[in-house]
């Protein structure tokens, strides 16, 4: 099969791979679309310590089963993939299950990812493609569950409601305006502010997005303001500009996975209460959820998404790398 | 009056200041016991822009109504002075009030402190001593409403119970052994690791708290293990020992306010969606637990405090500061 493989820092080629092997309990998938990730760009910047190359990345996938049970069927995937016995499987905390591994990734355990012809997943990672959902924008199922989880984490722990909070979101990247679209459409919250430092892509997520948009040295940006602040980015700045602009008793959803550590100011932290949770995942149900959301256009339309072919694949990385890539997400098709 | 007056860093002067004069809504109290707490250490040092010298320390306070209303009624004070008509206060989280000042502060408002043989405090925080207490051991309602506040704050956010987790509490100082005695107790935890550098310390609060204790660097504290971790400590290395030791969906409850910032893995919060929550205050509602809960001795014996004379007070700031204190909480007596 023809694959994109990651071969060397910044490095991807395009080329013949072995298909993958019809495993018990497994289906092979012809994917039909693969979206790229922020956590691929992580591992393409050399930067991931679970991706070493060489390995095919990509773990937003939809397409139709090739071998296995229902061939034929169009089907997005879940690449969570988890053990189902462990204590945080059987409370339905998959996203929390130490063996979890998700496809495209090649530690502890290898599991080749969907920027291929072909993929490999257990039966139970496999959801048919929701009616209403085209084929090509499926892999979105993927960050939207992200940020569906990232947002109900912090409706759980907010004492108000979502849709009487001044929400802020912190980077307009395929996770911040994912936040941000359920923020508002699903969860109804009518005070919403994004920062962003590309002004295209700022512009660019405003079109869908009924927030105020604003850049991240705006004045406008209000200390001790927010009942919520989602940092979609996870540089040790975001983060600051996180616990400058939280309210008193606020709640911070940190989501990004750029920079692992960094300096913090706990004095306020503590002195005001400050609520800290991290959250990169979400669990079968965020996704069966998710896929509902879509089916039913709650999120609108998904105009901003960027299509490639996967042969194309190394450019996309370097545009996206580069900060020429106005979209916040590039899907690439098979 | 007599007082025991912070001059300088590190420097405390017995010596005559004026009485305070009474106030509308306020009494005067004369001061029977007034407790160290950490924050008073923390001004002692010149670290806290919030007590700047010269002014009198001490915000755990019991004593006699001496001018106002109720004259001769004994009392223990709840030093947390709020504006009582804020969101905050309307929502009874007094403790986020933007306009909260505590007893022994002057910025941004002048309160003297409890170190003093008279103290000015508003009627509503005055609360009748406990039947049951001594006058003597009453200050120690302020740093236990602390604790039953933290404790409390992780209790709601575990998806377990108290009874059935394994906690790690970092510091066997006042708020570190309360927090212990308050879970093994009152919460009725039977898996405690109670963490503490000074020997004699440790050892002391091993009397108390049906707890295993353990030095810093004790190869039996283990990675990814305690469902709730108290870092009682506040300083940037105990901050790693906490992100350490906690479970994947675990939380953790920082008290401490010793070195307000500092690096810190958000890539494991991150991962494993860690819940960090500051805390440092307490409710009215906490403070009025507190008084039921040592009334009714649930928290056992309250033999590790230690009493020293007012006018004693400077030697036993310096001994705190020298680590040669054995005990996790001394109290003036006046």
New interface residues.
Partial sequence: MHALVYTDTKKLIYREEKNPKLLNGESIIKVSASGICGSDMHAYHGHDNRRIPPLILGHEVSGVISKGKDIGKKVVLNPLITCGTCN?CK?E?E??C?KRIILGMNRPIERQGGFAEYVSIPDKNIYELPKNLKMQEAPIAEPCAVALHAVE?GENEL?LQLKDSKALVIGAGAIGLLCGLILSKVKKCKEIVIIEPNDNRLKESLKYLDADGLKPNSKNIHRDHFDIVFDTV?LEVT?QQAIQSIK??GIII????T???????????????????????YTNRDFEKTLNILNNKEIGALEWIEYRNLKEGASAFKEIHDGKCTSPKIILLI
């Fill in positions: 945080y409370k905390k996203h929390l130490p984490l004492s996870g983060r008193p008793g940190h989501i990004g996975l920079q692992p550590s960094g300096n913090f100011d706990f004095r306020k932290t503590t002195l005001q209460e400050i609520t800290f949770i991290g959250t990169y995942c």
